[in-house]
């Protein structure tokens, strides 16, 4: 496992968030700050929309604090709880606004 390594220094640098609640909160908010900005109607926001994707700011942003060793995502168990919990329950609710009707008239 490599040693984060600070660029200036070659010294080894601990991440500055080592909390999981803080990291996950603090990735809410960047995403929920993307999706708010995607949302408004102010030139400005829909030109640097049209020229930088909301989908790629949503996976730039975040990478972003690990590479400024914010965050180490060696240390971190957030991968963990959101693969274990956080998908499994995301897909029992975009399964439950199916509309089973429609789905049994398909076929027998």
Known sequence: ???????????????????????????????????????????????FYTIFPMLLLCYFLPSLLTLTQLVDPEKSQ????ASRYLLPASLVLLTSSIDLREILRLGP
Request: net charge negative.
């Open 1 to 47: 496992m490599p040693i984060p390594i600070n660029l200036i220094a070659n010294l080894p640098v601990d991440a500055w968030i080592e909390n999981d609640a803080v990291t996950f909160g603090l990735l809410m908010a960047i995403l929920g700050v993307v999706f708010w900005t995607n949302s408004l109607n102010h030139r400005f926001w829909r030109t």
């Open 78 to 81: 957030l991968y963990f709880v």
